[in-house]
Each structure stands twice: as C-alpha cells, then as structure tokens.
C-alpha cells in the first residue's frame, strides 16, 4: 500500500478564539492510502495543545509509509505509530479503504445502525459579549438548539447570562479549555447551574487536574484535553462525569469505537468532538456520533468553505456523509 499526505490551511468564517488561542485558519492533513486498485481517504489536525508540531506529523507519516508497504493491520499502526493525529488519519483512510475494497459500509464494519442526521451544537467562540449574544441569535435561527460557549477566566457568568438571556430554551455547555483553577470552578458552577448550563468541559488544565476528584458540583464536569486513550478510563471516571471524544486524541476511528462503548458501559456521559476538520474529518466522527449524548461536530460549519461532497447542516442536525465523501 501506498500512502501520500498533504499539509492544507482551511480558513474560518471567522477568527475562532478560545482561551488558550486565537485562530485564522484550521490546519489540516489530508491522507491518501491506495492498494494499486482501491483509494481510502483521512484526516488530521495538529494538537498544539499537547505540544505536537507540524514536523512531528511530517515525521510520523514518513514513518507510517514504510510500515504500510508491508500491508500491517489498522491494530499494528495503532501500536507503532506515537503520534495521535497521524494515527487517526491513518485509521480513518484504512476504514475508508477496507469498506471500499470489502463492498461493506461503515455501519456494517462498525456494528452500529446508520442514523441519517444527528443534533448537534454550535459552537460561540470567545469574543465581546455584543459579538457572542450576535452569534448565540444567529444560530437560533439557522435552527441550533444547543450551543457550546468557549470560556476563559474573564467575564465567565456576565456572558453566559447575555447568551442564555438571548437564546432561552436552549441546552448550553460552558468549555473551559483548561482556563480554570479548581477555585473558579467552585465559584463558578452554582451560578452557571442557575443559568440553566447542563454542561461544564475541561474547567481544569490536563497534567493538573487530580482536584476533580475531590470535586462534587452542581453540574457535570466532562474531560476533553484530559481524554486520550482508554489506558486513563478508571482514571477518567474517578474526576469527571463524562468525556470528549475527539478522533485526533485518541488515534483514529478503531480506537474512539473502543473508548465509547467502554465509557456507556461504565454509565459515563459521552460527547464527540473535533478539533477544526472538513467534512472528511467529520465523517468517521460521525460514526460514533451515534452513541453519544452530545455531538460537538460543527468544525465544518464554522469554516469558510468545506470539501466537495461535503456534510450538510440543516436547523441544528448534521446529515450522513455519502460515499462521494468517505466509506
């Protein structure tokens, strides 16, 4: 097998900000596996967060071409390859490849039953509370009815008032991004939890979080930059209430399948996330989109333009990919 990549820059909309970071565009991967007669297709972002360059991506898709012409399992990538967003762009493409070679759909690979559209949120990135209230209303327009509303440490109950006040029936979640000390969020969540907030993620930063498991709150606390593989579920389960699944996080499809059904299992809440894909990324996201509680997949529909065949977002639901996309 063959295996080609691409480094792409997709614009936003709009600048995105979030605690940590403000952003223009979304950098992206894009995967291409080919045996001689079939083409399977992945992709990937760069996860600063955890200290990941572009380089480093570089290097493990140089890696990854070596170990693929010798034609190893998706498993044998899994264990190979260190870095999370090569993996999934890697896994994704075996999936999108296998299912095309096979005649076989995702579903059927997967063993979950085919959902044609799924509710999901929007996201309001951080910016003047006048510029948040706007885009809070112009999602309830286009049909949202859950919307997830980036945090810092500044202002945090006076926006999440403005916003609930302008888009009231709403589900809301607050995401932190690592923002807070373990202090503000006992200040914090009683307030949020008056507004009506069923939400809170990842209040605390990742490599310091073992507070949460002295904390008891009024609102459910949900793991994201914490999240990263299925090795910290008991870990997981003793800080928080749940936990974002994100495809670059955990290393591809195979493994976000393995991780959600273990969390169900242990009665945790489950949310899917993304970190700035097309529709390509979203695909395989998607798929297990359908055992979640909460679907963060709006990557797409924040970008200025999206792939051809792409997913289609319509009053707050996302629709199936086809195969023109992805498997």
């Known amino acids: 097998m063959n295996l080609s990549y691409a480094y792409q820059e997709w614009p936003y909309a709009q600048v995105f900000r979030i605690a940590r ?122 049909g949202y009815r859950i919307l997830k509303i980036k945090a810092n440490a500044e202002q945090v109950v006076d926006k999440v008032s403005a916003i609930t006040a302008v888009a009231p029936g709403l589900t809301f979640i607050v995401d932190a991004n690592e923002a807070w000390s373990i ?25 310091d979080d073992a507070a949460m498991a002295r904390y008891r709150g009024p609102i459910p606390i949900c793991a994201d930059e914490s999240c990263e593989s299925l090795q910290q579920l008991d870990t997981l389960q003793a800080r928080y209430q749940a936990i974002n699944i994100k495809l670059d996080k955990v290393g591809g499809l195979t493994p976000a399948l393995q991780l959600a059904r273990a969390a169900k299992e242990r009665g945790m809440g489950l949310m899917l996330g993304c970190h700035g894909p097309t529709s390509l990324g979203i695909a395989p996201a998607y798929v297990v989109g359908t055992l979640a509680d909460f679907r963060d997949l709006d990557g797409p529909a924040l970008l200025h333009q999206d792939r051809l065949h792409g997913m289609r977002y319509r009053n707050g639901y996302l629709h199936c990919f086809t195969p023109g996309l992805w498997a």
């Open 21 to 142: 970071e403000a952003r223009s565009h979304s950098a992206l991967f894009l995967v291409h596996i080919h045996d001689g007669e079939h083409l399977g297709r992945g992709e990937c972002g760069i996860l600063t967060q955890y200290g990941h360059s572009k380089q480093d991506l570089v290097d493990g898709f140089e890696t990854a071409a070596k170990m693929l012409a010798q034609r190893p399992a998706r498993e044998e990538l899994q264990e190979a390859i260190a870095n999370s967003s090569v993996r999934n762009a890697i896994d994704c493409a075996l999936w999108d490849l296998e299912c095309k070679r096979d005649g076989k759909s995702p579903w059927q690979m997967a063993g979950l039953e085919r959902r044609a559209e799924l509710q999901v949120d929007i996201t309001i990135g951080i910016n003047a509370t006048e510029k948040m209230c706007r885009d809070a209303r112009a999602a309830v327009d286009k």
């Open 183 to 207: 202090r503000q969020l006992e200040q914090l969540a009683p307030q949020l939890h008056d507004l009506g907030v069923a939400l809170i993620e990842q209040p605390l930063p990742h490599h």
